[in-house]
């Protein structure tokens, strides 16, 4: 099983940038090779919505298309850490941000069910 801490949630103006980082750990001989790993966001009274995943099998592969051209992953396999960098973000990026993760198979998913492992989750509110 796989631990997700996130971090690097905040307060931000519209048009500011933000960069979560998604810290993994696991037991002896983990590696994020073996993983797919998501970041979802979800606002209160909604369902979680996919916004990007990685894995070895299919590389970057974006889920959310406000987020094209603005957010982006980066994997540190040594490091252990997903990070989604966030830029030009809007009021309506205001949600609770989690990321997750799948093996068995490894692939990449948009949907929350897809996934066994989750953080706790950071919060990002973007307003002037």
């Known amino acids: 099983q796989v631990q997700l801490v996130e971090s690097g949630g905040g307060l931000v103006q519209p048009g500011g940038s933000l960069r979560l980082s998604c810290a993994a750990s696991?037991?002896?001989?983990?590696?994020?090779?073996?993983?797919?790993v998501a970041w979802f966001r979800q606002v209160p009274g909604k369902n979680r919505e996919g916004i990007t995943c990685?894995?070895?099998?299919?590389?970057?592969?974006p889920f959310l298309d406000s987020a094209t051209g603005r957010f982006t992953l980066s994997r540190d396999i040594a490091g252990n850490t997903v990070d989604l960098q966030m830029d030009n973000l809007a009021q309506n990026d205001t949600a609770k941000y989690y990321c997750?993760?799948?093996?068995?198979?490894?692939?990449?998913?948009?949907?929350?069910?897809?996934?066994?492992?989750w953080g706790q989750g950071t919060q990002v509110t973007v307003s002037a």
């Open positions: 997750a993760a799948r093996t068995r198979p490894a692939y990449c998913g948009s949907a929350a069910f897809q996934y066994k492992s």
């Open positions: 990685i894995s070895t099998f299919d590389g970057e592969l």
């Open positions: 696991g037991s002896t001989g983990f590696t994020l090779n073996d993983y797919a």
